[in-house]
């Protein structure tokens, strides 16, 4: 299994450009998670999504978009990137809660690395 | 905004040595989970807490749910250089569904 898999795993970007990131799994998890890594401030959430053709807005939505139209697949774009914007994305998915106890664990990608110039 | 604080930033010890970091909140938690980053790479999954007052261990890794549900914290026994990271609490509120809080992380070196 390959798990949760990103790319593009690096892009560098010019300030107002748009890109879209793309994080899909083999799990078959209902929830799909997109979170950024800022130095010193662990991991924020931006959007989350509950299930295929849902998603809604985490800790830190601005600036960004998400699409989740297959289970598998969960969509994160900027429309005009901005300095602010340069981190490290991290996508993750879960069941919508563990079978064996009832808690919720969460499996990440390895990331992608963007900078916004 | 930030809901947990995890303690200490960093750490820096020698090979061998024990190691003990921990999070705190002033919100009720109904799990707890450890999870280490690699550099270059994303947060894996250590130790998963499900109820007051457990403890578990995996390995040289021991981490308990603290009885007011509150707090967390993760030892690591007879460090090694292997053990170089970041280590990130997190906790799923009762409130938040699926969502975690994570805290800031603990920088971890060890000196071989």
């Known amino acids: 299994n390959a798990g949760v898999t990103q790319t593009p795993k690096f892009r560098v970007l010019k300030t107002g450009q748009s890109m879209t990131l793309l994080c899909a799994q083999d799990?078959?998890?209902?929830?799909m998670y997109w979170y950024r890594q800022d130095p010193g401030m662990g991991l924020r959430l931006i959007h989350y999504?509950?299930?295929?053709?849902?998603?809604a807005k985490g800790e830190v939505p601005d600036g960004y978009n998400v699409s989740r139209l297959k289970k598998q697949n969960f969509l994160l774009g900027l429309e005009s990137a901005a300095p602010s914007q340069t981190s490290v994305y991290f996508c993750?998915?879960?069941?919508?809660?563990?079978?064996?106890?009832?808690?919720?664990?969460?499996?990440f990608g390895a990331g992608t690395r963007l900078s916004v110039l | 905004g930030q809901q947990l604080n995890q303690s200490p930033q960093s750490m820096f010890i020698q090979e061998g040595e024990d190691v003990s970091m921990n999070c705190t909140s002033s919100?009720?938690?109904?799990?707890w989970l450890w999870y280490k980053q690699d550099p270059g790479e994303g947060p894996v999954l250590l130790i998963a807490?499900?109820?007051?007052?457990e403890l578990t261990s995996n390995g040289r890794l021991t981490a308990q749910f603290g009885i007011t549900r509150k707090d967390s914290f993760l030892n690591i026994s007879a460090s090694i250089p292997s053990d170089v990271g970041i280590y990130f609490c997190a906790g799923q509120l009762e409130t938040s569904g699926s969502r975690l809080t994570f805290g800031e992380g603990t920088q971890l070196t060890v000196n071989p």
């Open positions: 799990m078959n998890h209902e929830y």
């Open positions: 993750a998915s879960s069941y919508n809660q563990d079978l064996l106890t009832g808690g919720n664990i969460q499996y």
């Open positions: 999504s509950v299930g295929e053709g849902t998603t």
């Open positions: 919100s009720i938690f109904n799990t």
């Open positions: 807490l499900y109820k007051a007052g």
